[in-house]
């Protein structure tokens, strides 16, 4: 059981079975992801009860799967074959996740993570709870050597490559340190002299010239102290820039699924860990290390000259590594959670917030308080926790201090009387001790502080590990790849598309969102895509649109395979826009250009197409004049005009319009689709109501997510 005890994880809520199975299989599989992480951001905790959501999570991070349904002599065999498989029991008539890693003998190896460790089970008893639903995942890597577990590690690493990449600047900060913390043993050097040498020879001309030397070395520590605050405010500065420009770039290069599992104001607040990372390398680092040098310094020079005092500092410096060795697990469980119920917290207050309009028109402010406050309340009941667990190791540290002190001053009284020390060497021994002291006391201290700024560094990694787009060009190097063929609007081979027995599912739906799902677009064609509410309309223009890594059938763009194509060249010929178009806070100019270089004649002609040059003209500052990313200002429809301009200076060989026009009023909207067809591009629409006085070539109606395309008999003859 020992091998497996290191995978172990246990829950730490109700309702965490899942995030917690999820996290045992990922570190058989070397891959460490904090229990909190999976537990609120990932989303485990509310739907853990899916096996479909535990094998979409896992294959998030690169953990293959099967959800297969056994009896208990089956999965002995599978957990032979394969890798440790998550099991659904009945516990108490509650369905539960356990691990299963292993079968020896009749006895299951089984991490429960009710439990503190993994523990043997029968299989009569397994029989007895299973429910036969089983998540087998691919075996380990077998026989991974050390050096591959240090190199899983390694590349899974945060704060060591900034260390590395900025080595020259920590090194000259860790010298000035060492500097810094020499004054601590100056001074009390000098009262040992100056008691015992100059005042006992009344010699006031050697007492100047000490004090004045004195001085002169205190005043250049503290211009080294200077120097060494505005290095580590430098470094500081920096190392938040490459992180946050880092983890935002990272952001942008995810799949689009990534984004549809995790909370947007869960991801926003991950920019606060960047804050704590950085603390962790240019503050916390720097003062710990100033701390260890006083401690070797005083403990070095008491060695030469009070070993008495030196071995009582010693011993209150072993109350303070036991101390913070007893508490060390419960801080991090309660970092954990203190950061991440931080981050759920911001989460659901800018969802509140961003949807504020909503919450007034129903009238539940007081039921949005109260979800905001049931989210508080279980901040501050884990940052209770934490304040708890600090005090006790304050409470710790302070009574040690106190003793120590007490205990050290009456050694150095004995050692006086008995001859043994002189009243000079009273003052220092003392005088360091509390340096040493205060210094073993923060280096202590810096626990809980560090314990926030791993779980930072867990959540900040997360994210920076996961893996990108693979259709997107590497980040760091020029497009390589082969690029797909350029066409222009109505070019044949660029322009058609077509779809045969598209299937998508979402995760953890008992049946896929579109079903055989077939589609040609000719090019030019303009094509309506109908059907009732539900019946994946939306999800089959975004499949279309590359938006979905994983689907079943095929899709192929001029020719090629969606999936060959390289982002860019997608991008280039397809545009998926949706009815709540983005705004940004700036001009409607860089609005309508999304920073996409572009003259006067064309913002003007693709103004006048979506009829946005009415709404332009209307406004005082004409292009020059300033909307919110919430659209103050702008209707809906306006906002949606603006879209659809912005969509014509695009300029793909197809649009998707997903209730592009939703907003539009019905005149506008047959002005704007008659503009459109001036232009050679594709377009498919998606619609329910404002496309019923518009002309289309084909039809695609929806039924039960089956999809059947018919050409309209007459070219041009409105839908109806």
């Keep these: 059981m020992e091998t497996f005890r290191r995978y172990h994880t246990s829950q730490t809520g109700d309702t965490d079975c899942g995030p917690a199975c999820v996290r045992t299989v990922l570190r058989r599989h070397g891959k460490l992801v904090d229990m909190a992480v999976l537990g609120e951001s990932v989303g485990l905790g509310r739907r853990g009860s899916s096996l479909l959501r535990l094998q979409q999570v896992l294959a998030e991070y690169g953990v293959d799967s099967e959800l297969l349904h056994l009896d208990a002599e089956q999965l002995a065999q599978a957990v032979h074959i394969a890798g440790p498989a998550i099991v659904r029991v009945r516990v108490m008539s509650r369905p539960h996740f356990v691990v299963v890693h292993a079968e020896r003998h009749g006895q299951f190896m089984v991490s429960d993570p009710l439990l503190s460790r993994p523990t043997k089970v029968g299989a009569d008893a397994l029989a007895e709870m299973f429910t036969g639903d089983v998540l087998v995942t691919e075996s380990p890597a077998a026989g991974i050597s050390l050096r591959a577990r240090l190199g899983e590690l390694r590349s899974q690493r945060v704060v060591w490559p900034l260390v590395r990449s900025r080595w020259p600047v920590l090194?000259?900060?860790?010298?000035?340190?060492?500097?810094?913390?020499?004054?601590?043993?100056?001074?009390?050097?000098?009262?040992?002299?100056?008691?015992?040498?100059?005042?006992?020879?009344?010699?006031?001309?050697?007492?100047?010239?000490?004090?004045?030397?004195?001085?002169?070395?205190?005043?250049?520590?503290?211009?080294?102290?200077?120097?060494?605050?505005?290095?580590?405010?430098?470094?500081?500065?920096?190392?938040?820039?490459?992180?946050?420009?880092?983890?935002?770039?990272?952001?942008?290069?995810?799949?689009?699924?990534?984004?549809?599992?995790?909370?947007?104001?869960?991801?926003?607040?991950?920019?606060?860990?960047?804050?704590?990372?950085?603390?962790?390398?240019?503050?916390?680092?720097?003062?710990?290390?100033?701390?260890?040098?006083?401690?070797?310094?005083?403990?070095?020079?008491?060695?030469?000259?009070?070993?008495?005092?030196?071995?009582?500092?010693?011993?209150?410096?072993?109350?303070?590594?036991?101390?913070?060795?007893?508490?060390?697990?419960?801080?991090?469980?309660?970092?954990?959670?203190?950061?991440?119920?931080?981050?759920?917290?911001?989460?659901?207050?800018?969802?509140?917030?961003?949807?504020?309009?909503?919450?007034?028109?129903?009238?539940?402010?007081?039921?949005?308080?109260?979800?905001?406050?049931?989210?508080?309340?279980?901040?501050?009941?884990?940052?209770?926790?934490?304040?708890?667990?600090?005090?006790?190791?304050?409470?710790?540290?302070?009574?040690?201090?106190?003793?120590?002190t007490v205990f050290a001053t009456w050694i150095c009284l004995e050692l006086c009387l008995s001859g043994t020390l002189t009243v000079g060497e009273i003052f220092s021994s003392v005088s360091l001790a509390g340096f040493f002291l205060s210094s073993a006391n923060s280096v202590a201290a810096l626990q809980v502080t560090l314990q926030r700024l791993f779980v930072a560094v867990g959540r900040y990694r997360d994210?920076?590990?996961?893996?990108?787009?693979?259709?997107?060009?590497?980040?760091?190097?020029?497009?390589?790849?082969?690029?797909?063929?350029?066409?222009?609007?109505?070019?044949?081979?660029?322009?058609?598309?077509?779809?045969?027995?598209?299937?998508?599912?979402?995760?953890?739906?008992?049946?896929?969102?579109?079903?055989?799902?077939?589609?040609?677009?000719?090019?030019?064609?303009?094509?309506?895509?109908?059907?009732?509410?539900?019946?994946?309309?939306?999800?089959?223009?975004?499949?279309?649109?590359?938006?979905?890594?994983?689907?079943?059938?095929?899709?192929?763009?001029?020719?090629?395979?969606?999936?060959?194509?390289?982002?860019?060249?997608?991008?280039?010929?397809?545009?998926?826009?949706?009815?709540?178009?983005?705004?940004?806070?700036?001009?409607?100019?860089?609005?309508?250009?999304?920073?996409?270089?572009?003259?006067?004649?064309?913002?003007?002609?693709?103004?006048?197409?979506?009829?946005?040059?009415?709404?332009?003209?209307?406004?005082?500052?004409?292009?020059?004049?300033?909307?919110?990313?919430?659209?103050?200002?702008?209707?809906?429809?306006?906002?949606?005009?603006?879209?659809?301009?912005?969509a014509v200076l695009h300029a793909p060989d197809v649009y998707l319009l997903d209730e592009a026009f939703s907003g539009i009023d019905r005149d506008t909207v047959r002005r704007i689709w008659a503009n459109l067809a001036s232009l050679p591009a594709s377009k498919v629409v998606v619609s329910h109501t404002d496309a019923a006085d518009l002309a289309f070539d084909h039809v695609v109606n929806l039924d039960g997510h089956i999809g059947n395309q018919t050409a309209k008999e007459s070219v041009g003859h409105a839908i109806r």
Excluded at 600 to 613: P, S
């Design 171 to 404: 090194a000259a900060i860790l010298a000035l340190t060492v500097l810094v913390s020499g004054a601590s043993m100056l001074t009390s050097i000098f009262l040992q002299v100056a008691v015992d040498r100059m005042v006992r020879e009344q010699s006031m001309q050697a007492v100047n010239m000490l004090t004045a030397a004195v001085a002169g070395v205190i005043v250049v520590i503290g211009v080294a102290q200077y120097i060494r605050g505005r290095l580590a405010v430098s470094l500081g500065q920096a190392l938040q820039r490459q992180l946050s420009e880092s983890y935002v770039r990272k952001l942008l290069r995810l799949p689009v699924t990534f984004h549809h599992s995790r909370r947007a104001g869960d991801l926003v607040s991950r920019l606060d860990d960047v804050q704590e990372i950085q603390a962790l390398v240019s503050t916390s680092t720097v003062q710990a290390s100033m701390d260890v040098g006083v401690i070797l310094g005083v403990g070095a020079y008491l060695a030469y000259t009070n070993t008495f005092v030196l071995g009582i500092l010693l011993l209150s410096a072993l109350v303070n590594v036991l101390t913070s060795r007893f508490l060390f697990s419960p801080i991090r469980t309660a970092s954990e959670e203190a950061l991440q119920r931080d981050a759920s917290l911001k989460a659901e207050l800018f969802n509140i917030v961003h949807n504020y309009e909503q919450v007034v028109s129903y009238a539940k402010r007081d039921f949005a308080m109260s979800r905001v406050r049931k989210h508080l309340d279980r901040r501050i009941v884990s940052e209770t926790r934490l304040g708890r667990l600090g005090n006790t190791g304050s409470v710790v540290m302070t009574i040690n201090l106190g003793l120590t």
């Design 463 to 646: 994210v920076i590990n996961q893996s990108e787009d693979p259709r997107l060009e590497p980040a760091a190097t020029a497009p390589q790849a082969e690029p797909a063929p350029q066409a222009g609007p109505g070019d044949a081979a660029g322009a058609r598309i077509d779809v045969r027995d598209l299937s998508v599912a979402y995760p953890a739906a008992t049946r896929p969102a579109v079903e055989d799902f077939q589609l040609t677009v000719p090019p030019g064609a303009t094509i309506l895509v109908a059907g009732a509410n539900g019946q994946g309309k939306s999800t089959a223009l975004k499949a279309v649109a590359g938006f979905f890594a994983h689907y079943q059938g095929s899709i192929r763009i001029g020719g090629r395979d969606l999936g060959d194509l390289r982002e860019r060249d997608i991008r280039q010929r397809i545009l998926y826009l949706s009815d709540s178009p983005l705004l940004l806070t700036a001009d409607l100019r860089e609005n309508l250009t999304l920073g996409r270089p572009a003259g006067e004649d064309e913002i003007e002609r693709a103004c006048r197409l979506a009829c946005f040059d009415e709404v332009v003209e209307g406004l005082p500052e004409g292009l020059a004049w300033g909307v919110r990313e919430d659209g103050s200002g702008l209707s809906r429809g306006q906002i949606q005009r603006l879209a659809l301009a912005r």
